[in-house]
């Protein structure tokens, strides 16, 4: 039986969220550890893991990519476009402003993600969608006036971390638009290995050195892979089969809840009332809009 014909239950599918919550809270931590240019991360990032899902993959994973018909090949191609895009601008965004600003505002993706479902997608959602959506912004919105050091330099860097929201809104919308027909394997492999091949001729142009790094940066490079796109990522794209894309994205919601957390043990960072009062917000938002989803098939 193919993925497409399994009705998993709703607390398996809220399990997968959470470890991929826990998953891609990492990312920010791991990527300051590499001492290597955005686009370099970026690809190494997408390469590992492509690499990752070609290896492990099965074949009829393998046999479903061959038989896609070319209207679905396009749209894979544009969410790699798209994944890519959001990984080059959120990434560079962490050498212009705080890590804080930078993960809760890429975190801002389930507003572009929100409109889309509705005016594009044409996915009606229920009003605690929105309230849940609202209040977990809030939350954000409260977590970003902690940090008000910065500049012209911190506010490029918020812009290009804004711009990831949007690219990863974009990747969410056409993720849950693929996901309808298509099972995670070939989805991702498809999707990441289309996103790694426009990285890698983004390093080139950009003449961005992709080799002389140390094994701990490689190291890196392997551990963002890994953690969070294998587990992080690729557990929000089985999502999208079970659960709508805004829910999906809100989910995205508790990644500065859990990069704060990890910077606590790690960086050594400490944690403001602000931080934790944005924290709740948050939680409590994306706990409604989880909720929103009661009864559906």
Known sequence: MTETNVLVPLPRVLSVLLAGVIAISFAAILIRLCEAPPLAIAFYRLFFASLFFWLTSNKSARATLRQLP????????????????????????????SVTNSVVLVATA????????????QEKARAWLYWGLLLAFAGVAVITLHDSSGGQNALFGNLLALAGALFAGIYFLIGRKLRRQMDTAPYVMLCYAAAALLL????????????????????????????????????FNWALKH?????????????????SLLAVFFLQEEIGVRTLLGGSLTLIGVGIAIYSERGKP
Do not use: C, K
């Open 70 to 97: 070319l209207a679905s090949l396009r749209w894979g191609w544009l969410a790699g476009v798209a994944l890519a895009l959001h990984f080059a601008t959120w990434i560079t965004s962490l050498n212009h402003t």
């Open 243 to 259: 659960l709508s894309a805004p829910t999906v994205s809100v989910a995205m919601l508790g990644e500065p809840i859990g990069a």
């Open 200 to 235: 890698f001729a983004a390093a080139l142009l950009m003449r961005e050195p992709l080799t002389g790094y140390s094994w701990q940066t490689y190291a890196a490079f392997l551990g963002i892979a890994l953690i969070p796109q294998v587990l992080g990522h690729t557990s």
């Open 110 to 121: 389930p507003i572009f993600v929100a409109l889309g479902a509705r005016f594009i997608l």
